[in-house]
């Protein structure tokens, strides 16, 4: 049987990791390849960089540091951030990136999810979805990683997880923002209600703050990864723990 | 004694030639079958789909070659794909070095399309060589869409709808559907079973 997959997110900014509460608020949690190298050492299955600066200021990530993170580990890992052509993800996959993960370029063209699948395959690319409460409905939130340039479309969640499996997304990462950052378990209805209607590989993000908040992911959403910040760089939760408890609650993980 | 990364231009080169340079393996890139001339094996690397990969190894003379090679070849992921006869994914001839057909996987209950994860490796051979250390149960990284019914070249399966070639071989040819160089220190034992073998 296929193992969940345990994610943990680096938030990339000026080559170093952060993290934030709600978008805010940046913390130094460390270098890049140092927090790389111990999460696959613990036991990650997979790990993510969103370089959270790169789309506001109309700058894509520097394939640089994506060199360097390949070198050093041996797991997968997917790069996001400002990538809004195929020449910016070739840069990133041939820098030794297994995936690229585009969110807000592909909210102003969605045709670059087609571009891209067709150029690389739908298993390299990742559509990233930040959702939140917008009038009662769970809807797209657009353009984060800088308060002052944040701006809201109307999309529906679901509606646009549907276009971008459509299109040839290979995998959907749909960060549930009302959730992020404040640990208090991930959002398991609206990730159940966008499994139901997503064909390809979903993971959960936002949210998690205990080993039972990922149980609950996987066993009432059925999602295939479960991803996460903050838990994993303050050290709340260890990846090793956090599988040999899924394992004794029936949840198949790679030990 | 040098590995030869076949240069098919897609994008699981360089995590590739990382995981030779983590195992200090010394390698070239051969866009040519010149340029790996002084090779003791080969590697086949290939993500992506299979049409424009078949149509690069055409146009560089990869595909001749290969029906004609002695040394050891290891296909990785697409690139063991190619090992096979004929690909349902854009109905395209492929290399037919092992008999078999690359098909669409139908995951049916076990998840979403396409395999994306890391699954068991079960059915292990007992005297394949890659698998030296391996043991049934390990898990290894798997990123597919098509996949090849397991037959009499399967070496190792894994599960997921149905039974998937994991590892398959035929004499010197052989193939892994799954990314040793992104599957841990299982993937690391395979890669190395295979350039110290």
Known sequence: MLARRIIPCLDVRDGRVVKGVRFRDHVDMGDIVELATRYAREGADELVFYDITASPQERAVEPEWVSRVARAIDIPFAVAGGIRSVDDARARLFAGADKISVNTPALRDPDLIDRLAREFGSQCVVSGIDSRVIEGEWRIHQNTGDPDKTEISHRRTLDWIGEVTERGAGEVVLNCMDQDGVREGYDVDQLAAARAICPVPLIASGGAGAIEHFEAVFRIANVDGALAASVFHKQIIEIGALKAALKDQGVEVRL | ?197
């Open chain 2, 1 to 197: 004694m040098t590995t030869a990364i076949i240069d098919t231009s897609t994008a699981n080169i360089a995590s590739v030639r990382f995981a030779l340079e983590r195992m200090d393996a010394p390698y070239v890139l051969a866009a040519t079958p010149e340029e790996a001339a002084g090779c003791a094996r080969l590697i086949l690397p290939g993500v992506g789909a299979a049409g424009p990969a078949m149509a690069r190894l055409n146009a560089s003379g990869w595909s001749a070659a290969l029906r004609e090679e002695r040394r050891p070849v290891l296909g990785v992921c697409l690139g063991m794909q190619l090992l096979f006869e004929h690909s349902d994914e854009s109905d395209v001839a492929l290399l037919g070095l092992i008999p078999g057909r690359v098909e669409r996987l139908d995951p049916g209950a076990d998840g979403p399309w396409p395999h994306m994860g890391w699954n068991a490796l079960d059915e292990l051979a007992e005297d394949e060589p890659l698998l030296a250390g391996i043991a049934p149960g390990d898990r290894v990284y798997f990123v597919h869409g098509f996949y090849v019914a397991p037959g009499e070249h399967a070496r190792a399966q894994t599960r997921y709808g149905s039974p998937v070639t994991a590892i398959a071989r035929k004499d010197n040819i052989a193939g892994c559907q799954f990314h040793p160089e992104r599957s841990a220190k299982i993937g690391a034992r395979i890669l190395s079973n295979f350039i110290k073998g």
